[in-house]
């Protein structure tokens, strides 16, 4: 297995993911069918249940074999990885119960950007992300990865006006679409379309649930044609946001 040299974006066919450990079987069954391996993810113990065992949450992959961990993730899941061949760094940032201390590495990274309230960006994720030149833009939004879904190196989807302007000022191509009640969070109104997806292959995007149920469908699957980007729906019920599906090793 190889790592993925840029973070979200694998090159070939996905062969292992972080997920979130409570994500439902048909997630898990259609990842292992796919010669996926999945590293679950445990919950956080510091952060308040509905995002604790969000992979987003308490890792940020800078690049190549280098993750970013919040303190007090579980010591032998950090162990893992590192027996996996990743170099495993504390971030400095303990993460808290409730927003904002919850949002330190959850830091959308897309291509040579990554976007992030910067106020409460980890500061080894800050200075790791400006030793590999990469630009990291202020947005208001904590939640940045949870509301990005990468779909390659300057394209992605987003429900965050914010988020969509900033990146479209750097010349990325993105699609705006509406905050959708059809992204299941519980006890939450609603999740995220980042947390819901994840790249399984260069063109294949990994959504939780039936897409086709969401609000903004038909502009999905037209931006996603636009990519060559396909679809992959294993579980037909509304979507979930697990933390995002995060890609860690090709083939």
Same mark, same amino acid.
Do not use: W
């Given at each position: 297995?190889?790592?993925?040299?840029?973070?979200?974006?694998?090159?070939?066919?996905?062969?292992?993911?972080?997920?979130?450990?409570?994500?439902?079987?048909?997630?898990?069954?259609?990842?292992?069918?796919?010669?996926?391996?999945?590293?679950?993810?445990?919950?956080?113990?510091?952060?308040?249940?509905?995002?604790?065992?969000?992979?987003?949450?308490?890792?940020?992959?800078?690049?190549?074999?280098?993750?970013?961990?919040?303190?007090?993730?579980?010591?032998?899941?950090?162990?893992?990885?590192?027996? @996996? !061949? #990743?170099?495993?760094?504390?971030?400095?940032?303990?993460? /808290? +119960? *409730?927003?904002?201390? &919850?949002?330190?590495?959850?830091?959308?990274?897309?291509?040579?950007?990554?976007?992030?309230?910067?106020?409460?960006?980890?500061?080894?994720?800050?200075?790791?992300?400006?030793?590999?030149?990469?630009?990291?833009?202020?947005?208001?939004?904590?939640?940045?990865?949870?509301?990005?879904?990468?779909?390659?190196?300057?394209?992605?989807?987003?429900?965050?006006?914010?988020?969509?302007?900033?990146?479209?000022?750097?010349?990325?191509?993105?699609?705006?679409?509406?905050?959708?009640?059809?992204?299941?969070?519980?006890?939450?109104? @609603? !999740? #995220?379309?980042?947390?819901?997806?994840?790249?399984?292959? /260069? +063109? *294949?995007?990994?959504? &939780?649930?039936?897409?086709?149920?969401?609000?903004?469908?038909?502009?999905?699957?037209?931006?996603?044609?636009?990519?060559?980007?396909?679809?992959?729906?294993?579980?037909?019920?509304?979507?979930?946001?697990?933390?995002?599906?995060?890609?860690?090793?090709?083939?």
């Amino acid at each position: 297995m190889n790592v993925l040299r840029m973070p979200n974006l694998p090159e070939g066919n996905v062969s292992c993911v972080l997920l979130d450990s409570r994500a439902p079987r048909k997630i898990i069954d259609g990842l292992k069918n796919r010669g996926i391996e999945i590293i679950p993810i445990p919950a956080h113990p510091d952060v308040y249940p509905a995002v604790s065992c969000h992979p987003d949450i308490m890792f940020h992959h800078i690049m190549g074999n280098i993750i970013v961990y919040a303190p007090n993730t579980p010591p032998y899941l950090i162990e893992y990885i590192c027996k @996996m !061949g #990743f170099k495993m760094i504390e971030g400095e940032t303990f993460l /808290k +119960n *409730k927003y904002p201390g &919850t949002i330190a590495y959850n830091v959308a990274r897309v291509g040579d950007f990554a976007f992030h309230n910067t106020k409460y960006t980890d500061p080894v994720v800050k200075k790791l992300l400006e030793e590999q030149q990469i630009r990291l833009i202020h947005v208001n939004q904590g939640y940045s990865k949870c509301l990005t879904c990468v779909v390659d190196s300057s394209s992605m989807i987003t429900s965050d006006r914010e988020i969509c302007r900033k990146a479209e000022s750097v010349g990325m191509d993105v699609l705006l679409i509406e905050p959708d009640k059809s992204i299941k969070l519980e006890p939450f109104d @609603m !999740g #995220f379309i980042g947390g819901a997806t994840g790249l399984i292959a /260069k +063109n *294949k995007l990994l959504f &939780t649930g039936d897409i086709t149920l969401h609000k903004n469908y038909k502009e999905i699957n037209d931006f996603l044609s636009l990519k060559a980007v396909d679809m992959v729906i294993i579980n037909d019920g509304h979507l979930i946001d697990l933390g995002t599906i995060i890609p860690i090793f090709q083939e």
